[in-house]
């Protein structure tokens, strides 16, 4: 009963940040029963790629082979084996992290290409209901958007509402690299939208490598806008307990993996996480060991911990939220599973307190002026001297 009324609290508590946000009290009503299913299984295909015997010896299977393990393989291959299994098996090769860049991002085109063919036939069946009709009419098109000349897919997975994890410059020779990594309601349809674009995983890191190139124009980087975990729909039970994040934080962690076999920046890449992506990050931060040394929350609902400490050696911890932020008035507890623990941004936290001035919202942070958006470049680029520091 304890556990029911803490639950209905916490929902509560979040449905009534939404109305403050323009949400609408009877949107959030109704995602408060639209609970998602995470992703935890490898892409279409990997069954068939496992039990492939043309090569004459196993393929990594994708369930359990490591990124150093699949790196090493696809570097015993000739460009044209490589090519051949993109081809077969795109999914596949395309979501494999420890794979070459090139190869991902040929065989993610591939994917694209084929769900964008499969979805304007379901558009064109006559039978389908308007519902469907309209889902599929969206589909292709957020396909087809990704397909354009000088977009990087990383990595591309159709299954429920998409995933897509998109590279902004040339990682193979970044200098430094830095990773989005979004909360709630991003998914492939949202991955980049044309309206209110900073709303958005890929309009967020568009802002950040801008900024990085005005504060350090010298230096290569790369920003990674990684909607690739199913995240929460609304301020319903997901955004209040650790699910979601459970099943991200290790998706998070292969990607990171992967980077370090396919790139090699000057420092581990840096971690920007908002809103439920920060549970995300505090979820994994343990489990890196050095595969990151900057995190950045922002937007913070708690990182289910309760103190830096808790998140693992070498993790250096920045954190940020603006005074008009609604997520400040959601309870910092976490009790029984519901509720994601301490805030970030309280002094005893440990963490270092950033300046957001000029933000304005839960979702203003990378607005273009924004000291928020001058600090995440500036610790991305590993200018610490240049950081401002909240006061007050």
Not at 154 to 163: N, Q
Not at 273 to 298: E, I, N
Request: glycine share 10%; charged share 15%.
């Amino acid at each position: 009963m304890q556990r029911r009324r803490l639950k209905r609290m916490l929902i509560g508590a979040f449905a009534a940040c939404s109305v403050l946000a323009d949400a609408g009290a009877a949107a959030a009503q109704a995602a408060a029963s639209n609970e998602q299913v995470a992703i935890t299984t490898p892409p279409a295909g990997s069954d068939a790629w496992v039990h492939d015997t043309s090569l004459g010896h196993p393929l990594p299977d994708p369930a359990t082979a490591d990124a150093a393990t699949v790196a090493a393989f696809f570097a015993a291959l000739s460009p044209a084996q490589q090519d051949r299994l993109a081809h077969a098996y795109p999914l596949v090769v395309g979501n494999l992290d420890g794979a070459p860049l090139q190869l991902r991002y040929r065989a993610n085109a591939l994917a694209l290409a084929a769900e964008v063919a499969r979805a304007r036939a379901q558009a064109a069946d006559r039978k389908v209901d308007p519902t469907t009709h309209a889902l599929a009419v969206s589909r292709a098109n957020d396909c087809q958007a990704l397909l354009a000349p000088g977009r990087q897919i990383l990595a591309f997975d159709p299954r429920g509402r998409g995933l897509v994890t998109e590279v902004f410059g040339d990682l193979a020779s970044a200098q430094r690299v830095s990773v989005i990594v979004p909360g709630s309601d991003t998914d492939l349809g949202h991955h980049d939208r044309a309206v209110d674009p900073l709303r958005s995983p890929a309009g967020m890191a568009r802002a950040l490598q801008s900024e990085e190139r005005s504060q350090e124009p010298g230096v290569k980087t790369a920003v990674i806008a990684w909607t690739g975990y199913v995240t929460p729909v609304g301020l319903g039970p997901d955004a209040v307990t650790s699910r979601l994040s459970d099943a991200g934080a290790p998706r998070l962690a292969r990607l990171l993996d992967g980077l370090a076999q396919t790139s090699s920046p000057v420092a581990p890449p840096a971690l920007i996480c908002h809103s439920y992506g920060t549970v995300v990050c505090g979820t994994v931060a343990p489990r890196l060991h050095g595969r990151t040394t900057d995190m950045v929350v922002l937007g913070s609902p708690g990182m289910g911990v309760q103190n830096v400490d808790e998140l693992g050696s070498g993790v250096h911890l920045w954190a940020t939220r603006n005074p008009s932020d609604w997520i400040g008035a959601v309870p910092y507890l976490q009790v029984g599973g519901l509720g994601h623990g301490a805030d970030p941004t309280s002094a005893d936290f440990g963490a270092e307190q950033i300046s957001s001035a000029g933000a304005s919202g839960h979702v203003g942070y990378f607005d273009p002026g924004t000291t928020s958006l001058h600090n995440f470049a500036a610790i991305a680029l590993g200018d610490y001297r240049s950081v401002v520091y909240r006061t007050g």
